[in-house]
């Protein structure tokens, strides 16, 4: 047996392992651009979010602490938010779902996409929070309602996309 | 002699990640935290931050607007097909109501330049003009700004009015070398000295996230009626005076809300104009000491 064969497979599974953090990224520029679709500027759903959620959920192997961070702060630095803001909204969420991993495993569709919507009330809540107290003054609450209701029904489209994927490229758990 | 073979470093390293996982969001947690109240005060040490990332992502959201933008002037175009009679008719009946005004205009040029020739005024203009592409939005309920893809190489600076043809769009807040970023007439942030324009009633029109703008500070017996125009006063000197911005949408007690000219969702380009005062330089501190009150 020579070395190619030994590293290949590994560098292909360590590829395919980046898969779910790389989407992530991709959806967090998919987030600011100029879409042209009116209001949507303000009220974008939070794909990031989702993400975060699902992968924390389903892979918790392939997206860990750091990357959820890494990600907010790209997420807040393009948009132009309070750096810092999103990342510890996407923690905050990450690490409930890693602790109360119990609940989420082995769930139906409905239970998880149920969890979600909880979470992301919380984290509409917690953004909330933060962008009011950074700015000192009350944030308007309703461009952030309208992105948690669209958040929440937007869940299981992206889901189901993140499912394909998992199924064919991240196969061998 | 122990062997430093994978098994011993896994039987270090494992509990060590074991502990990193279970625990690394509190540090995580408390990074943001900090950098968030880094941010508030030192604010030009974290706005450099995130200007490199935006002039590192710059050149790909630029790439990735074009398409969009090809797409939706196609739409655009293909709508106004259906609409070719209408429209013609419509621009028919403005080219008379123009041909009229240009009458008028060409008596007030000429009255206005014999008028500043007698008054020896010295006209103000707006200077150093630079053109920018959107090549982002916010995406964020708390935030309304736009990524523009020109940055202080292309003479960007700080306090720059944005423009359109219909008005006023903001400031530019943000400036790295390829990037900057706009903020938006209708964000929380957004303080613009105003006057209406018929009555010259002073004002200055606050964003607060939502659609539309609210004049504040306006005086207690000023009379607002919809409909009316609002432009920059040019007070304070970081705007020029007399951009069109909005029209007054809604009156109400202690709330006269303004809609802004511009559609910021079909926002394509801007042009980036200096206003009227040179930037401000630090004053040299008194050498003298106070005087003491009376």
Request: hydrophobic share 50%; net charge neutral.
């Amino acid at each position: 047996m020579t070395r190619d064969e030994e590293i290949w497979p590994r560098v292909e599974s360590a590829l395919r392992g980046l898969v779910p953090v790389t989407l992530t990224t991709m959806l967090v520029v998919l987030c600011v651009l100029p879409l042209g679709v009116p209001l949507l500027g303000s009220v974008m759903p939070l794909l990031p979010l989702m993400a975060v959620y699902y992968w924390a959920v389903h892979r918790p192997d392939l997206m860990p602490y750091a990357a959820s961070g890494l990600i907010g702060l790209f997420q807040d630095a393009l948009s132009g938010t309070p750096l810092g803001l999103s990342a510890l909204v996407y923690v905050s969420v990450h690490a409930v779902v890693v602790n109360q991993g119990r609940f989420f495993h082995g769930k139906s569709f409905v239970v998880i996409w149920f969890g979600f919507a909880v979470l992301a009330v919380g984290a509409a809540v917690l953004g909330w929070l933060i962008a009011s107290a950074y700015y000192q003054t009350l944030a308007a609450p309703a461009p952030a309602l309208f992105q948690l209701l669209l958040t929440m029904a937007l869940y299981p489209a992206l889901s189901s996309l993140f499912g394909l994927v998992q199924r064919e490229l991240l196969r061998p758990a | 002699m122990r062997r430093w073979d994978g098994r011993y470093v896994t039987r270090v390293a494992a509990p060590a990640k074991a502990l990193l996982q279970r625990f690394g969001f509190v540090v995580l947690l408390a990074g943001a935290f900090t950098l968030l109240m880094v941010g508030r005060t030192q604010t030009v040490m974290v706005e450099r931050l995130s200007t490199a990332v935006t002039d590192l992502m710059a050149p790909v959201m630029g790439a990735l607007a074009r398409p969009i933008e090809s797409a939706q002037d196609m739409a655009e175009a293909v709508g106004r097909v259906f609409t070719v009679y209408e429209q013609n008719e419509a621009l028919r009946q403005s080219n008379e109501r123009l041909l009229r005004w240009e009458t008028v205009a060409r008596r007030l040029e000429q009255e206005n330049a014999a008028l500043r020739a007698l008054l020896n005024y010295r006209p103000e203009t707006l200077s150093a003009f630079v053109s920018a592409r959107v090549i982002g939005d916010s995406g964020s309920a708390y935030v309304r700004t736009k990524l523009l893809d020109a940055g202080a190489r292309d003479g960007v600076a700080k306090g720059q009015a944005a423009i359109t043809n219909d008005g006023l769009v903001g400031r530019v807040v943000e400036v790295g070398e390829r990037s900057s970023r706009l903020l938006l007439v209708t964000d929380l942030n957004s303080r613009i000295p105003v006057v209406v324009e018929a009555t010259r009633q002073r004002a200055i029109l606050a964003g607060d996230n939502t659609e539309t703008a609210y004049l504040a500070l306006l005086a207690q017996n000023a009379r607002i009626e919809i409909g009316a125009r609002i432009v920059t006063s040019g007070h304070g000197g970081l705007l020029p005076p007399g951009l069109p911005i909005g029209k007054v949408s809604a009156v109400g007690d202690g709330e006269n809300r303004v809609q802004p000219l511009v559609d910021f969702s079909l926002l394509e380009y801007v042009l980036l104009a200096d206003g009227t005062m040179p930037p401000l330089k630090p004053m040299a501190p008194d050498p003298r000491p106070p005087e003491p009150a009376q």
